[in-house]
């Protein structure tokens, strides 16, 4: 009975146009991809000549069902349409397969991710709020430019400061550095993750200090040098963190520069970056997290340069230590492990675990879970 | 016997691969687009199952030989390349045309243009640095969220502080508000036109005052309101600007909030309306440019209500009104009228014109121009 009501109710919907919408990531004035109110999703595109046209998500564990194509109908003038099943809530990556021919869809606003710039589908999640553009004040988000001695180039570093960074001219701020994953870049988590807004609306429920957030690009090689063979080319990432970017980040922000104050968080390839970057300087750092990544065949002796040897001094040093993982992620059983192997021994950590694979709506849910943490006064 | 030399040496380099490079433009580390020595640029595309595939600037005026597409030639394994004719030095939007299907160039980064996510090619000219990412101190670029009361929608203005803005605080900054033209958004002055390197070079050479730029979207309709049949939907812009965006920026910035200090100025669509809101609020304007636009039609009695209906008011008023346009542009002939008629009438302005065609290398110049005769003491 209930479901027939729900039933009745959505195709009172669907026929009435009520509760569809354009999906948020759609270029101005796009009408699709259209979101339906049970989440499936229209994608049109205008292809008169094509023989075939499909859409599909970028990722096997995409929530667009996988990378598995959607054939699409032509219709009236070569425009061509389809209904997906429901998609799951979150950001999903996608491309138009037109004739073979994996390109973008001019319908989407562009994110750089898969190493070029990428459709993306952003579904919203009725049930959460948290990394929605509300009316709350709004941090900035910047771009700034900046020679890296250690690359011998000029780079962009993306900075996110706080509602009243402009106005609180005499409080110093603490730093969470946060990194994107691998064929991304500096743009993805504010485009992409929606860092400021989670930020955003965090300090203004009180539930999580004010603070800075850096992204650098993780794509970092020494001057000079070619990349590793078989490298991703980030080689140099830790010493572009420790020997430029803090030293610019502390001269041109108003911070609190100590380690108590600085954090660091990475997803995917940057988990990895952030727990090698972070463990190595425990001077600089007193918290690390790591999303989605960076712990696979953790040995609590030898890896991380036996940072983790000593479990009381381990527990003596970092402030904070937070693992993540999405259930449905392919790196969940080594996350898992991770955690496990540190609860083994005695090592004091945040375990976040809960549905969702290797995705932005699980990093925003862990960004949001590890700001609220940080920097408290304990 | 100097044209051979120089084929010679062209040559040489060819050969060599010397002077070869990657468009800036490209994504990170790729290597196509590639521009030669003498400015032929390399394109080249992975499509095994194409049967034709082509590449275009996207408008008749382009630079890469207007919008006539090049024909690709399939290669080993599907990769299809052009070398083309030498393109002219600036940023060209352009397009693959596979299959009869219009679509990005995977290897491009992306800039928001034609109302949609566009490839861009950017090709340097060897003469000219003052739009380049130089050895000078860099501001920032940063985005700002706000609730706009005209649109009543949360909007995001990008606003270029100069070097010195976070630490020279006791001083407060002229503000230049900057418009993009049809189909792009606040993202293109930065990106497309490169504004803020703009400034930080002649903010450097001391050859312009420090201050402030915003940049807006041009499309604002009112709360509530249809877009008018056939306009743009950008009739509430001028409301936007002077209800909404001065307000929040003279309260969120260390602006000289007065007429003496505030310069509008637009491109093509946003030339249009930076004539249309600055003359229409000399009370909040002392300095108004239209690049590229705006003049068409003009009647010095009637045109921007009256505004110039008595020069001598005028004179007295605008402490600088400046108008230019390419040689190449299509807009060329009513830019000149418009001059022309402002002449006729007696009222003082400058008059900048030079080659190009309706394109970011002559609006960088006009930037260039205009950045430097702002709010100098007289």
Redesign the interface.
């Known amino acids: 009975m209930r479901d027939r009501l729900l039933r009745t109710a959505l195709l009172f919907c669907a026929v009435a146009g009520l509760g569809q919408q354009p999906a948020p990531s759609n270029?101005?004035?796009g009408e699709y991809p259209k979101i339906l109110p049970d989440r499936r999703v229209v994608f049109r595109v205008n292809?008169?000549?094509?023989g075939s046209v499909s859409v599909a998500g970028r990722a096997e564990d995409s929530g667009m069902n996988g990378n598995k194509p959607h054939a699409m109908t032509r219709g009236e003038g070569g425009v061509w349409t389809v209904t997906t099943d429901p998609v799951r809530p979150g950001f999903h990556y996608y491309e138009l397969i037109?004739?073979?021919?994996h390109?973008?869809d001019?319908?989407?606003?562009?994110f750089?991710g898969w190493?070029?710039?990428t459709s993306g589908l952003e579904v919203p999640d009725e049930s959460l709020d948290f990394y929605d553009?509300r009316?709350v004040p709004?941090g900035?988000?910047?771009?700034?430019?900046?020679?890296s001695t250690v690359t011998g180039t000029?780079r962009r570093a993306c900075i996110y400061t706080p509602p009243d960074y402009?106005r609180d001219?005499a409080r110093r701020y603490p730093v969470l550095y946060l990194q994107h994953g691998a064929g991304e870049?500096e743009r993805a988590w504010t485009s992409q993750g929606r860092a400021n807004f989670i930020l955003d609306n965090l300090i203004a429920a009180g539930k999580a200090e004010p603070m800075i957030l850096v992204m650098e690009?993780g794509?970092a090689i020494k001057a000079g040098a070619e990349p590793e063979p078989g490298s991703r080319?980030n080689e140099a990432f830790g010493n572009l963190v420790t020997e430029d970017l803090i030293p610019m980040i502390d001269a041109?922000?108003r911070t609190a520069a100590d380690r108590d104050h600085r954090a660091i968080a990475g997803l995917s390839m940057g988990a990895g970056q952030a727990l090698r970057t972070g463990l190595g300087r425990l001077d600089l750092f007193s918290c690390v997290a790591a999303f989605s990544g960076g712990g696979r065949g953790f040995d609590p002796k030898r890896s991380f340069n036996g940072a983790f040897a000593n479990p009381d001094s381990v527990n003596r040093r970092i402030r904070l230590l937070w693992i993540g993982c999405g259930t449905e992620d392919r790196g969940y059983a080594p996350a898992k492990a991770f955690h496990e192997a540190l609860t083994a021994c005695g090592i004091r950590h945040v375990w976040f675990d809960g549905p969702g694979s290797h995705e932005w709506q699980v990093w925003r849910k862990h960004l949001h879970d590890l700001a609220s943490r940080l920097f408290r006064k304990s």
């Open positions: 270029v101005r004035g292809a008169p000549c094509a037109i004739d073979s021919l390109c973008n001019p319908a989407s606003e562009s750089f190493g070029q710039e553009s009316d709004h900035e988000v910047r771009f700034r430019w900046y020679r000029v402009e001219t870049s690009n794509y080319g041109e922000y």
